[in-house]
């Protein structure tokens, strides 16, 4: 089934280290989207792409990175600068942009040890 | 400022009732509007959009309407079912901007 993956389910992260959340889609969608959602809160932006070999920041960019080196892949890195990692992540992707519905993987829960 | 609100973070309901979710955004040119269900531990789910040029919209059991003259646009779920208990977003997009602003979410719970 077409879908959007996203790996792992739970991931936990130490002190000074980074972590790379993975989404992969086989919808063949153009634009993916990376969000981050604190309890109780909506979903903010963190980077998206339009197209292979780009990308552009959202609102809470700093602390993170993004490659788009395929259409199907758009991995995020949590980096040691991201001071409150702990959060739930969610990645998405649409036809062509904002202009049309996203479709949301399940997410990651990334957890401070 | 460009945001987007809800009346409401709760709403409990009886099995059978209708339920209306509400949202209010303040952009005036915002043209684009989603809704999605999300479930506890899962993605957000999309139910439906409606673009500036209707005021109303239907699909399975889901109705959305929007109001461009007070900036309200409302869910309404017809029969509502425990499966509909579950956090629902409304999202907007105004053409030109590459986001899409999502609310902070009603939970909608349905008693037996």
């Known amino acids: 089934d077409g879908g959007i993956t996203q790996s792992p389910k739970y991931l936990f992260r130490k002190e000074g280290q980074n972590v790379t959340l993975s989404c992969e889609q086989n919808l063949n969608h153009d634009a993916m989207y990376w969000y981050r959602q604190d309890p109780g809160q909506g979903l903010r932006l963190i980077y998206y792409s339009q197209i292979v070999n780009d990308f552009q920041k959202g609102d809470i960019a700093e602390g993170y990175s993004v490659s788009r080196e395929k259409k199907e892949s758009f991995p995020l890195t949590v980096t040691s600068a991201q001071k409150n990692p702990t959060a739930f992540y969610l990645c998405?992707?649409?036809?062509?942009?904002?202009?049309?519905?996203?479709?949301f993987g399940d997410g990651t829960r990334l957890s401070i040890l | 400022g460009e945001s987007v609100g809800l009346h409401l973070p709760t709403l409990s309901v009886q099995e059978g009732d209708n339920s209306i979710i509400n949202c209010a955004y303040s952009n005036s040119a915002s043209d684009y509007f989603i809704w999605y269900k999300q479930e506890s531990g899962k993605g957000p789910q999309f139910i439906i959009d409606?673009?500036?040029?209707?005021d109303k919209r239907q699909g399975q059991r889901v109705t959305v309407l929007l109001n461009k003259t007070v900036k309200h646009l409302s869910l309404q779920i017809a029969a509502t079912q425990p499966g509909d208990s579950a956090v629902y977003f409304c999202a907007e997009n105004t053409s030109g901007s590459e986001k899409l602003v999502f609310g902070k979410g009603t939970k909608l719970t349905v008693n037996p």
């Open positions: 998405a992707s649409s036809i062509q942009g904002m202009r049309q519905p996203q479709h």
């Open positions: 409606i673009r500036s040029n209707m």
